[in-house]
């Protein structure tokens, strides 16, 4: 983690953290608005400019094959404008920063990179638990209503994402890769863990506090209750990896690590290769599996602190 308010006014409100934190979110808000309706504008042609086949072609149940190439583009377009326009005109303007200073990677990369490839993958293995159990959470009866809610929101959300991922050719999942498993990785990064967690550790003068406040926004932001435990969890190790490194790439890497092999696993069980259920039973290992794993990623875990803490060439 890193300094980020050392370039900012010398005026006490123009670098309370606070208020930076505030500017962010009406940044992003306001951004998220204005891409989604230019990216409305820039899938038209798929249409013949003809809005209303649009709209029918991009509402569920998502009948035609043609809407997942518009579909994709619209949340690139979206996630280009929040996730990386966004902070980096923040960075510039209001932190009077150059992006390159949030860029920097270890002077060694084989260890770190290779650290942070077996650190996730050990997770992914101690993490399928909590996804398990937070995708089963039961309400008591007098929140049926918001049970109802939810269970709703993630049907649609689940609907979207089977459909989007669905790939009918190689390029389609080229195409997803870099949306899905890169663009994610880069913008969402820069913003929670470059920019939200650097002000809230600013803010709280507690850098523990920042990394799970900003893990739980990370993970209500993806608006998915029942998948929101692992992703808090996920955001919280990305959060600890830029912690203890000091390089927001290795938080970009783990990200990237994370999301492109999920995709890569449906890709593969898409076209036959392997068997691949991203929602079955069967991808939770017993108990004694997940608490080996457990014992391996905070071994990981571990080493990846010391190595950072004696210096890289320690």
């Known amino acids: ?62 009948r035609s094959d043609d809407a997942r ?23 510039s303007r209001n932190l009077n920063l150059k992006i390159g200073s949030f860029l920097t990677y270890p002077s060694q990369l084989y260890q770190p990179l290779l650290m942070t490839i077996l650190i996730m993958f050990s997770f992914m293995v101690v993490n399928s638990m909590f996804i398990e159990w937070n995708r089963n959470i039961v309400f008591p009866e007098f929140l049926a209503w918001f049970e109802d809610y939810v269970s709703s929101k993630e049907g649609e959300l689940e609907l979207l994402t089977n459909y989007i991922t669905s790939f009918q050719n190689i390029w389609q999942f080229l195409f997803g890769f870099l949306i899905i498993a ?13 920019l939200i967690q650097n002000l809230f550790a600013e803010a709280l003068k507690n850098k523990h506090a920042a990394i799970w406040l900003t893990a739980f926004i990370f993970g209500a932001m993806h608006m998915q209750f029942y998948g929101m435990v692992p ?15 000091g390089h927001l790439s290795i938080a970009m890497f783990a990200h990237f690590i994370n999301n492109g092999f999920t995709l890569v696993l449906l890709y593969l069980g898409q076209e036959g290769w392997i068997e691949y259920d991203p ?24 080493l990846f602190r010391n190595y950072f803490r004696m210096g890289e060439n320690g």
């Open 1 to 62: 983690m890193q300094n980020i308010l050392r370039n900012t006014s010398t005026d006490p409100l123009g670098s309370t953290p606070w208020l930076l934190l505030l500017i962010l979110g009406g940044y992003v808000i306001t951004a998220l608005f204005l891409f989604s309706f230019l990216a409305q504008a820039i899938i038209l042609p798929f249409f013949e400019f003809d809005l209303q086949k649009a709209l029918s072609v991009l509402t569920p149940p998502y």
């Open 69 to 91: 190439v518009p579909l994709l583009i619209i949340q690139a377009v979206t996630s280009i404008g929040a996730f990386v326009l966004i902070p980096w005109f923040f960075i």
């Open 182 to 194: 890169i663009l994610p990785a880069i913008g969402e990064e820069l913003l929670f863990r470059g």
């Open 231 to 245: 992703r808090v969890l996920l955001g919280a190790l990305f959060g600890y990896l830029y912690f203890w490194s």
């Open 279 to 302: 929602v079955s039973k069967e991808n939770t290992p017993p108990i004694m599996v997940v608490v080996f794993f457990f014992v391996v990623v905070s071994g990981l875990l571990l």
